[in-house]
Structures are given as C-alpha cells and as structure tokens.
C-alpha cells in the first residue's frame, strides 16, 4: 500500500514539474529582435499600441505562424514576409481576443501577382495580387509577395493586399463573402451597413469618391477595400467619410485613439 502511494507520489511531481516546464517555457518564449525591429519599422499599427498591447500582438503573431504554414512558390519566404503575413492577420481580429482563423491552413506565397489558375504566366489585363482559396484550395490563402511588402512599406497609401485578404476570410467566416460579416457587427449596425455599402459604391461608381474604384466590384470587395483604408489610413477615412469610419469603429471594435480588447 505504501509502495504505491510512493508511487503515485512520484508520478504526481513529475506530471506537476512537466506541466510547470511548459508553462515557463510559454511565458518565456517572445519573438525575435529580428521581428519586432520589422514590427516597430514598418507596421504602423502595432508601433501606435503601448506596451502591454505590444506584447499581446506579439505573442498573437507566434500563434498565428505556430498554427498556418506559409509556403513560397518560386520565392523565399524572408522573415519580413512571415511577419507582415501575420500581421495582416492579427490587425484586423485584434480586439476579439479569443478569434482564431479556423478556416486557413496555409498561406502560399507568390513572388508577383498571378492569374486565376494560379499561373504566373500569360496574366489576364487584371492581374491577382491575393485570394483566398475554395473548392479544393479551401483553408488556402495565396499571395503576392511584391504586393503584400508594397502594403506595409508604403505608408502614404491606403492600400495592403495582406489586410484585404485576411478580411475576405473574416467575412467568409459566417458561410459567405458578401461583405457582411455577421460575427464581427452586432444586429443593430447590420442594416446601417448594408444602406452605407450601397450608397458608397454608387459614389464609386459615379466617380465621387476617393475610395478604391475595385470597391464597387461587389459588397465583398467593398468591405475588404475600405478595411485596408481604414487601418492604412484612418485619419483621412475620418475626415472624408466619417460615417464610414464610425462603423467600421464598431465592426471592428477598434478605436484609433486607443485599443480596446472585447
């Protein structure tokens, strides 16, 4: 009887000292100096969190590259490239604390934009620059390389091809890319947002707005179009279409003069 209980005893401590080493090593392990110099450099949305917040998109972005694969095709992936990547994915979901990509498994990354077949040869008049993937490339995100580090180092722009993309996959996270994403905007703005997608596109179309003429390809490409201009270039999204602006505020429960986690 004793023997046993020393036994379980012993298995006790060491299940107790196995459990506290992954612990310590969770809470030890940060990013590289490498990634935050990237960070700091040129992602303009994670340079404007304080410190705390900082580290939480940090420890976001080695989840997110812990979890999706990204693959260069005819390219090498650089560690720039990993970091912008994740950060296209964390910048927009980063006031939802428990939002987890579950429907991507793997970002393949081009070295230039590429056509619908996803040949870089013989390009259509509209070349791609990303795409999130169906059929049998579901859970597949694709990429241009160029485009993607275009996004984050142009500044003055309010373009970035790694935020479009990733918010196709937040839309697409309710059954279908229509530009609305049920799970991110609570009823009330629901209808708010739709009237405003309409409006905006006909202003687009009639060569009255200073928004991405693509947005008025579809209420889906909308949606993706003025995200990236709100997270690119949210001082100017105010000014010029403030209504625009307030909403997108509550869809992504992100305010620009501070950040608070829902």
Same mark, same amino acid.
């Given at each position: 009887?004793?023997?046993?209980?020393?036994?379980?005893?012993?298995? @006790?401590?060491?299940?107790?000292?196995?459990?506290?080493?992954?612990?310590?090593?969770?809470?030890?392990?940060?990013?590289?100096?490498?990634?935050?110099?990237?960070?700091?450099?040129?992602?303009?949305?994670?340079?404007?969190?304080?410190?705390?917040?900082?580290?939480?998109?940090?420890?976001?972005?080695?989840?997110?590259?812990?979890?999706?694969?990204?693959?260069?095709?005819?390219?090498?992936?650089?560690?720039?490239?990993?970091?912008?990547?994740?950060?296209?994915?964390?910048?927009?979901?980063?006031?939802?604390?428990?939002?987890?990509?579950?429907?991507?498994?793997?970002?393949?990354?081009?070295?230039?934009?590429?056509?619908?077949?996803?040949?870089?040869?013989?390009?259509?008049?509209?070349? &791609?620059?990303?795409?999130?993937?169906?059929?049998?490339?579901?859970?597949?995100?694709? $990429?241009?390389?160029?485009?993607?580090?275009?996004? @984050?180092?142009?500044?003055?722009?309010?373009?970035?091809?790694?935020?479009?993309?990733?918010?196709?996959?937040?839309?697409?996270?309710?059954?279908?890319?229509?530009?609305?994403?049920?799970?991110?905007?609570?009823?009330?703005?629901?209808?708010?947002?739709?009237?405003?997608?309409?409006?905006?596109?006909?202003?687009?179309?009639?060569?009255?707005?200073?928004?991405?003429?693509?947005?008025?390809?579809?209420?889906?490409?909308?949606?993706?179009? &003025?995200?990236?201009?709100?997270?690119?270039?949210?001082?100017?999204?105010?000014?010029?279409?403030?209504?625009?602006?307030?909403? $997108?505020?509550?869809?992504?429960?992100?305010?620009?003069?501070?950040?608070?986690?829902?």
């Amino acid at each position: 009887m004793e023997i046993t209980a020393l036994i379980l005893l012993i298995s @006790f401590i060491i299940w107790l000292s196995i459990i506290w080493k992954k612990k310590s090593n969770t809470i030890q392990e940060t990013i590289s100096t490498e990634y935050r110099i990237i960070l700091q450099k040129n992602v303009t949305f994670y340079s404007n969190l304080d410190g705390i917040a900082k580290i939480l998109f940090e420890t976001r972005l080695q989840k997110f590259l812990a979890a999706v694969k990204i693959t260069g095709i005819n390219t090498i992936v650089e560690p720039i490239d990993k970091v912008f990547i994740a950060a296209s994915a964390i910048i927009p979901i980063f006031c939802f604390k428990n939002w987890e990509y579950n429907n991507l498994n793997e970002v393949l990354l081009y070295p230039d934009s590429f056509n619908e077949e996803f040949n870089v040869n013989g390009l259509p008049e509209r070349p &791609v620059l990303g795409m999130v993937g169906s059929g049998a490339m579901q859970q597949v995100m694709i $990429l241009s390389q160029s485009a993607l580090r275009e996004g @984050f180092v142009n500044k003055t722009d309010k373009n970035n091809t790694g935020i479009h993309e990733f918010v196709h996959l937040i839309d697409k996270s309710d059954g279908e890319v229509d530009g609305v994403p049920e799970y991110l905007l609570n009823k009330q703005y629901l209808l708010p947002w739709i009237n405003l997608m309409h409006k905006n596109i006909k202003e687009i179309l009639a060569d009255k707005s200073d928004i991405n003429p693509y947005g008025a390809t579809n209420k889906a490409e909308f949606f993706a179009v &003025v995200s990236e201009y709100f997270f690119e270039r949210p001082d100017l999204l105010k000014i010029k279409h403030p209504e625009l602006y307030e909403l $997108l505020e509550q869809l992504f429960k992100h305010d620009n003069s501070k950040i608070v986690i829902k």
